[in-house]
Each structure stands twice: as C-alpha cells, then as structure tokens.
C-alpha cells in the first residue's frame, strides 16, 4: 500500500483553525478510502474523517459541521479543514489508507500534532 506523509499540524487558539495535509504515494488505488484519525494523550485511537473514491465523506460526529475533508487526486493529497478548533481536539492526527470508511487500513503516516491552547 502507499506511503503517507502527514503535515501542517501545530499550536492554535481554541476557536482557531488549521489545514493537514497528507501526501500519499507508492501503491494505492483509486477505490480505497483517504480517512484520518487521531489520538490524545491516555486514549484510543479514534476516527475523524473518511472520504470515499466516489468523493463522500464521512465525519465522526464530534467534529461534523467543524472540520471538512477533501482530496487532490492530481497531487496524490488528502487535507482535512478544522474549524473552530477547541481542547478536546488536540491529538495526533494520522492518515491512513483503507477500503472502509471508519475503520483503518494497514498504512498509517507517522502523525502530525494538534495543540490547541490559549
């Protein structure tokens, strides 16, 4: 499966915002499922995000209506918008690579960090 290289976390307000950005290359295929998922400090690791081949997406429902995920198929690179961003937020945030909205697939990216403070 691909490769995954995660960037533009970092430190911001809460009702701030931040884009991420996830560079997929090597062996994908256009049917699978670009979908990010995050972790904080003492938690599971929990779904965020999932956009279809088709282009649906899917959100869990603590961040439906805040963040909005999308892909460039000409750049390989999926991105999730975060909006309004507030504690409960902060994690690592990791892309992956599956065939299921919601549930992961083997690949994951080496995760970006999301502070969110004041």
């Known amino acids: 499966q691909g490769q995954l290289v995660e960037s533009g976390g970092g430190l911001v307000h809460p009702g701030g915002s931040l884009r991420l950005a996830c560079a997929v290359s090597g062996r994908t295929y256009s049917s699978h499922v670009l979908g990010w998922f995050r972790q904080a400090p003492g938690k599971e690791r929990e779904f965020v995000a999932a956009?279809?081949?088709?282009?649906?997406?899917y959100y869990s429902n603590s961040v439906k209506g805040r963040f909005t995920i999308s892909r460039d198929r000409a750049e390989n690179t999926v991105y999730l918008q975060m909006n309004n961003l507030n504690a409960e937020d902060a994690a690592v945030y990791y892309c992956n690579v599956g065939t299921t909205p919601g549930e992961p697939g083997r690949s994951w990216g080496q995760g970006t960090q999301v502070t969110v403070s004041s």
């Open positions: 956009i279809r081949y088709d282009g649906r997406s």
